[in-house]
């Protein structure tokens, strides 16, 4: 089955700093990349996704990028403020069944620094 | 409108005890996940119902955990015998329809078993 690991596990950014989290996967036939994002406490959010038919995606200060060949997935957050501070999870979509199941990663804790 | 919800928010039980826990998705979404959370940990994949299909049970970590889904709507986790490395949050997901969708979390269930 999928297998994804995510790089580094923590992460601490001053504020205004650039933060790159990055992410493997095993499974060639995943096709479906999406990232969450989880506040402590709260539940995780959808924030940005991304599928193989794209290499880059972007949505204000957060953007994903992808390579398919090298089977890794980025998430670039710029101009970072405090309210990004969380846990950052990615995800890559089981090929075996058609996307319907996502497998996680163990996670990025995040912390930017005012 | 109406996100994920579960029941009950908190959950203390005694090892060897059974537990039941309870999803209730978004209305109208056709797939539903459950997820075990560890303290600091990720997010680890335990069972997935899509519409009438067979769910996917290949993250269960044991025979303890069972899983049930009438239709598209309720879903109880089910841990019989429980053991301490049990307790978790367990969140449950529910995505409109299969195929690369986001997944909308609900609030969790944090089990502590004694």
């Known amino acids: 089955g999928e297998n994804v690991e995510q790089h580094p596990s923590t992460l601490s950014v001053q504020e205004g700093d650039s933060a790159v989290i990055k992410c493997t996967y095993s499974d060639s036939a995943s096709n479906y990349f999406p990232w969450y994002k989880q506040e402590l406490g709260k539940r995780p959010q959808l924030i940005i996704d991304?599928?193989?038919?794209?290499g880059e995606k972007k949505d204000q200060r957060i953007a994903v990028t992808l390579n398919k060949t090298a089977k890794h997935f980025s998430l670039h957050i710029t101009e970072t403020q405090p309210e990004d501070s969380a846990v950052y999870f990615c995800?890559?979509?089981?090929?075996?069944?058609?996307?319907?199941?996502?497998?996680f990663g163990p996670g990025t804790s995040l912390s930017v620094i005012p | 409108g109406a996100g994920v919800s579960q029941s009950p928010s908190n959950k203390v039980t005694e090892k060897g005890k059974d537990v039941e826990l309870r999803c209730d998705p978004i209305s109208g979404h056709t797939a539903l996940y459950w997820y075990r959370q560890r303290l600091g940990q990720g997010l680890e994949f335990l069972i997935y119902?899509?519409?009438?299909?067979?769910?996917?049970k290949s993250g269960l970590p044991s025979d303890r955990f069972s899983a049930e889904r009438t239709g598209e709507s309720v879903s109880t986790l089910t841990i019989q015998r429980t053991q301490q490395e049990d307790s978790a949050v367990y969140l449950c997901a529910s995505s409109l329809v299969a195929g690369g969708q986001e997944q909308f979390f609900g609030p969790g269930t944090r089990l502590t078993v004694l």
């Open positions: 119902f899509q519409g009438n299909s067979a769910p996917d």
């Open positions: 995800a890559a979509g089981d090929g075996k069944t058609s996307y319907d199941k996502v497998i």
């Open positions: 991304i599928r193989s038919n794209v």
